[in-house]
């Protein structure tokens, strides 16, 4: 079976590791969200891509969900004796490695597609990892600053790490977005798929973001598409996806993020949409809704999310 799943950062790459035991011969084609990325330091850091590849190859810190496993922080120590700019952002030593790799490759010439694949051959995901996009998009988020009184947008890196996503936001843009190509391999993972995941990863920054590129969405109709709630009981499981859905009029649950996604009949996305057990009751128009327990609590509970949601659709 071809897989094609859309991925963000952590509920993404933690449900993929779900994935692959569920079905190990699947062949799985992962497109990421790089809307996250941010330059510092001269550095591209993609934490969405990091995240999943080194979730998948056993190096991500399993209790910070980011960054290297066994890390250390001397470098930011440093940089914050010199009262540097970015230090709000935790780029880890050992984590500094995969950015000075990727810095080098960048630089001479490669796009970040290979860029990718090459740093995936030390970690063997056992999937493709493909980025949404080679071109540059940046997620920004416009924010009412209380100094000026007025509107400014901040990358979300700062909204979300610097401010804890508690800056009230009125709108979250895809900057570039409009203009980028879908990354190589992307379409024609997606016209070669068997059926469409959609993890329980954020709606607008993560998943929203990879459905902006041209293309995208357009080829996901002619396929069966399950997506699993990231939300249960009205709360996000981790992360700060409640201010994110706040900001595009989403309420923070699981029947209002799968009727944000919408019925593929009626020109949404999905056929199916796994819910919690918690949340049995929950009605999408023209969609199959199924409640099973979504919390990604071990690989084995995960791995069964991953064969209810293949389940639903597949039959
Ligand atoms: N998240 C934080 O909350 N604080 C950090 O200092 C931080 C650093 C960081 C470095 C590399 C990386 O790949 C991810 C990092 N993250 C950090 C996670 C990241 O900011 C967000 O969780 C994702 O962008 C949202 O999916």
């Known amino acids: ?63 910070r969900g980011w960054g290297r496993t066994d890390e250390t922080f001397t470098t930011r120590s440093e940089l914050q004796a010199y009262d540097a700019p970015a230090s709000w952002f935790g780029l880890g030593d050992r984590d500094l490695a995969t950015h000075l790799m990727r810095r080098q490759m960048l630089d001479a010439g490669f796009p ?27 997620t920004h988020v416009v924010v009412d600053d209380p100094q000026t009184g007025r509107s400014r947008a901040i990358h979300f890196q700062e909204w979300w790490v610097r401010h804890g996503a508690a800056l009230p936001a009125s709108a979250i843009l895809a900057v ?35 459905l902006q590129v041209d293309g995208v969405r357009a080829a996901l109709a002619a396929k069966p598409v399950v997506g699993l709630s990231p939300i249960i009981g009205g709360a996000p499981v981790r992360g700060m996806a409640d201010a994110c859905l706040a900001a595009v009029g989403v309420q923070t649950s699981a029947q209002a993020v799968g009727r944000h996604y919408g019925a593929r009949s009626a020109g949404g996305l999905l056929d199916g949409w796994l819910v919690d057990s918690s ?23 995960t791995a069964a999310m991953a064969t209810a949601a293949l389940e639903l659709v597949l039959g």
């Open 1 to 63: 079976v071809k897989v094609v799943a859309l991925a963000g950062g952590i509920g993404g790459a933690r449900f993929l590791r779900g994935l692959r035991a569920a079905v190990p011969d699947a062949e799985v084609s992962v497109i990421v969200n790089t809307g996250d990325d941010i330059t510092l330091y001269g550095l591209r850091i993609c934490p969405d891509l990091d995240t999943v590849m080194y979730t998948l190859g056993g190096g991500i810190d399993e209790e």
């Open 112 to 138: 970040l597609s290979q860029v990718t694949a090459a740093l995936c051959e030390r970690w063997r995901p056992g999937m493709r990892l493909l980025p949404m996009s080679d071109d540059r998009v940046e």
């Open 176 to 210: 570039g977005a409009e203009t980028a190509a879908p990354g190589p391999g992307v379409l024609d993972a997606i016209g070669a798929a068997d059926v469409v995941v959609l993890p329980p990863s954020n709606p607008v920054v993560s998943i929203g973001t990879v």
């Open 279 to 301: 949340d049995a009751g929950v009605t999408v128009p023209g969609v199959e809704v199924r409640a099973v327990p979504l919390l990604m609590s071990d690989l084995a509970a």
